[in-house]
């Protein structure tokens, strides 16, 4: 059996998780990443030493060839076959936290139990900032559940003010017959136009127009 890939949605949901930054930064326990969470263990460039600003093309590319690193490690540390959801929500795992090797919920899945599996996975939530992600995660390994809308963040620098892009049409299309919201753009609201004035339409046929004959008798007769 081939080794899996990540699909596009997965891929959208781990860039939503990261956002994208074009210039290092450490994240919130410390590490030097930069482009979408990529660190000096992820081999290639060294946030460390880089000094310039990524475009947000060399980001994902760079992205591009990380995934295809964890995507390696989670298809080694299962023995059994992962549903594409699964597989797409330990990879996210594993980009975080570098851990699908040695993961307790990933041996119970492989010894058959699933229940236990999905509830372990919440057993990684330090640091406190990462618990929205982990239980996003568990959803998607348990439930199928994508979180991500196909938008992400782009900052120059971190912190600091960021833009929302429309990571689908940036990284290549989502699987998807309804494309995602591009949020970052206002939605035009049609103006109302005041309604044309004509005059009144004649009075034709039925009572109206009796009354209308009767009225016109009266009055030629008073004169």
């Given at each position: 059996m081939p080794d899996m890939k990540t699909s596009l949605q997965g891929a959208m949901e781990i860039i939503g998780h990261e956002a994208i930054v074009l210039t290092p930064y450490k994240d919130s326990v410390g590490v030097l990443t930069i482009g979408v969470g990529h660190t000096k263990a992820a081999g290639g460039l060294n946030p460390a030493t880089f000094k310039g600003k990524l475009t947000v093309k060399e980001a994902f590319d760079m992205f591009r060839a990380d995934l295809a690193k964890y995507e390696k490690r989670v298809n080694a540390a299962f023995t059994v076959t992962l549903k594409q959801h699964?597989?797409?929500?330990?990879?996210?795992?594993?980009?975080?936290?570098?851990?699908?090797?040695?993961?307790?919920?990933?041996?119970?899945?492989?010894?058959?139990?699933?229940?236990?599996?999905?509830?372990?996975?919440?057993?990684?939530?330090?640091?406190?900032?990462?618990?929205?992600?982990?239980?996003?995660?568990?959803?998607?390994?348990?439930?199928?559940?994508?979180?991500?809308?196909?938008?992400?963040?782009?900052?120059?620098?971190?912190?600091?003010?960021?833009?929302?892009?429309?990571?689908?049409?940036?990284?290549?299309?989502?699987?998807?017959?309804?494309?995602?919201?591009?949020?970052?753009?206002?939605?035009?609201?049609?103006?109302?136009?005041?309604?044309?004035?004509?005059?009144?339409?004649?009075?034709?046929?039925?009572?109206?127009?009796?009354?209308?004959e009767m009225i016109l008798k009266l009055f030629k007769g008073g004169r």
């Open positions: 699964e597989f797409d929500a330990a990879v996210s795992f594993d980009f975080n936290t570098g851990a699908i090797n040695r993961a307790t919920w990933v041996k119970r899945f492989n010894a058959g139990d699933r229940t236990g599996a999905i509830r372990d996975i919440m057993q990684w939530r330090k640091p406190p900032e990462i618990i929205s992600r982990r239980q996003k995660e568990q959803k998607l390994f348990g439930q199928g559940l994508y979180s991500g809308d196909g938008t992400g963040l782009v900052y120059d620098r971190f912190p600091g003010p960021a833009r929302r892009v429309n990571l689908a049409n940036e990284f290549g299309g989502l699987p998807s017959t309804q494309p995602p919201a591009d949020t970052h753009k206002p939605v035009p609201i049609p103006t109302i136009l005041p309604a044309p004035q004509t005059s009144p339409a004649p009075v034709s046929g039925g009572f109206w127009a009796r009354l209308a």
